[in-house]
């Protein structure tokens, strides 16, 4: 394996604009190669390395040859077997109730504002959250209150304080927290929503999946 550099003087990207994305010109892993050099990687959303698996791109290539380019799946238009076959491995995986597949993590919390529709009144975000949440909720119009970060007693304050009588409450944060790796107390905002009828837990367990519990399944095997 080549040596890394990790020499923090040299600049990642040879451009004059300094928002300008490094240019990778590798798969993505635990090392990159930019401008023709490896450097080691600690950012980037291929969380379990998967990105570049061997088994991976091969069933890639052979699902490409025979269905052609699609990132996603319309529907109602049609729909390839491969996705299908994806969502049964993640709803078996995961054992609930239904999986659907995305074209991006982004496009989660959209989706799950869209999904949950009327089920809630008031939605109350971990103020660490990742960004697709927060768009998404706002994209779909929804009151959102945020809450201190992992931190029941001050999500049990914005309830008391932020929602009407009969409203129910959406609570949502990251299962784990992306740059700190840090857990949400989950079990304790379990107990926290306890008294609120038809209140609603969600969890984005992008960084969880893959890392915890036993199997994996993340939250949907330790206490949710
Ligand atoms: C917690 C969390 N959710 C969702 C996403 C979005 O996932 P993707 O990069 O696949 O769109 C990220 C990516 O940074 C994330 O950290």
Redesign the pocket.
Known sequence: MPPAITDPSTPLTASADPTAPPVIESPEGARVTIGGRQYDWFRG?SYLGLQAHPDVLRAACEATLRYGLKLRDHRRVGCHPCVLEWERAANSFFDCEAAVLLG???A?GAVMAAALGDDFDVAFVDEQS?A?VWDGLAAAGVRVISFPHRDPAGLAAVLSTDLGARQRPLVVS?GIF?ITGALAPVPDYEAVLQPYDGALLCL?D??AYGVLGRTGAAHRTTSV
Do not use: R, T
Request: glycine letters at 16%; charged letters at 15%; a negative charge.
């Open positions: 959303n991006s993590g982004y989660g990742h697709n990251d992306p984005d992008a960084h």
